[in-house]
């Protein structure tokens, strides 16, 4: 996903001379080729993530269209009261870029772990958030987040997830995009975990079970419209993230759910509020989190067995 981020801003920066890139210090495996042919848009701020966004901050003021880059846990959470004072509380014109949504960084531990970043940022006025479900909603979001005028995040997965479309969705943002319909359950999955969503919809189809899938790569603003009409059409629901179950994607449909009376068999699949007492590569994290598509589909089927046989 970040290849498809940054080739599209290399794309939107030969155009647009407002776009800056600020990185702390890192993207070095990425950033080289926007690093040279737009020295003049790029600033490497260095480890000081905080001052980045107030940096950004002070660029968006002038007229300019800041991007500020960084692994997520840095760009969110070390700088979260500058984002919030500096940024939103002033409506103004900065994007966010994490990098490693979930485990995407997984054998660094903790520190580098991305898993409240959604709930945090869901917090503060102003700020949309969207979460890409592959490269190409990866590259349809770059644009996106150019054209919206205010704060953005954009999180991104590390490297290497696999495309999903095979040709370009109508990505718009606060509109969730169905690329599966099916009358049993819907599983509305967002960033890292739509491929996992697919995945667990054909593992379900061979017991009968027929999923929609849902891509909810916006989570702030919600798109309301789209889990009321799943909510009615299906027989249960759930969400799947690679977040904390409190706060994010699975929490935000809840609050929809519970605010327009919807009684509906339901489930927020995603990371178990505790930290994980093992290390390893993003595939074993998630198995050790619930978080293989084995684990969803075994999820799914209890949640729906009573509706089944019913």
Known sequence: MRNAFIQTLWKLARKDKRIMLLTGDLGFSVLEEFMEDFPDQFINAGVAEQNMTGIAAG???EG????????IPFVTMRNF????NDVCYQRLNVKIVGIGAGFSYGPYGHTHHALE???????LPEMTIIAPGDPVEARLATKAILSHKGPCYLRLGKAGEPAL?????DFQIGKGIILR???DVTIIATSTMLSSALETASELEKDHIK???VS???????????ILECAKKTKVMVTVEEHSVIGGLGSAISEVLAEHNISIPYKRIGVPDRFTECIGLQEYMRHANNLSVRNIVLSVSKLIAPKTSA
């Open 81 to 84: 009261e500058q984002i919030r």
């Open 181 to 183: 319909n099916g009358k």
């Open 211 to 213: 999923a929609t899938v």
């Open 165 to 169: 479309y095979d040709k370009d969705p």
């Open 117 to 123: 970043d959604i709930g945090i940022l869901r917090t």
């Open 59 to 61: 660029l968006a003021m």
């Open 216 to 226: 909810m790569h916006t989570i702030k603003p919600l798109d309301e419209k789209i």
């Open 64 to 71: 300019k269209i800041p991007f500020i880059y960084s692994i």
